[in-house]
């Protein structure tokens, strides 16, 4: 999958259900069922470019709507951040030793950090 293709998918998954029917179900084809424009154009009895001008308009949406909110960046700096403070938990475990207070502390922040992670 390119960088491209990933990033529209995550836009989608954002903003979705701010399209219409038909960009959500031509986008979806084109992007996560990977048919090609001729495919989509002939199951909707279109041509090839109406396909590809719904699926432009759709994808310009959907970059707008990130530019006007920056939802996708700031949920992956999140998760870039929940993942490095996984890591130092891991690694606070690793220098504590055995001491029974960092190691309840150690077990409770992991704890939290599964939490989030399963929430986002």
Known sequence: MSDNTLHMTMLFDFFGELLTAKQREYFDLYH?????????AEMAGISRQGVYDIIA????????????????????ETKMQLEHAGNLTRQLQLVSGK??????????????????NNGI
């Open 32 to 40: 996560n069922e990977d048919l090609s424009l001729s495919e989509i």
């Open 57 to 76: 308009r759709a994808e310009s949406t959907l970059t707008h709507f990130e530019t006007k909110t920056g939802v996708v960046k700031k949920w992956n």
């Open 99 to 116: 001491d029974e207070q960092t190691t309840l502390l150690v077990s409770e922040l992991t704890a939290i950090l599964e939490g989030i």
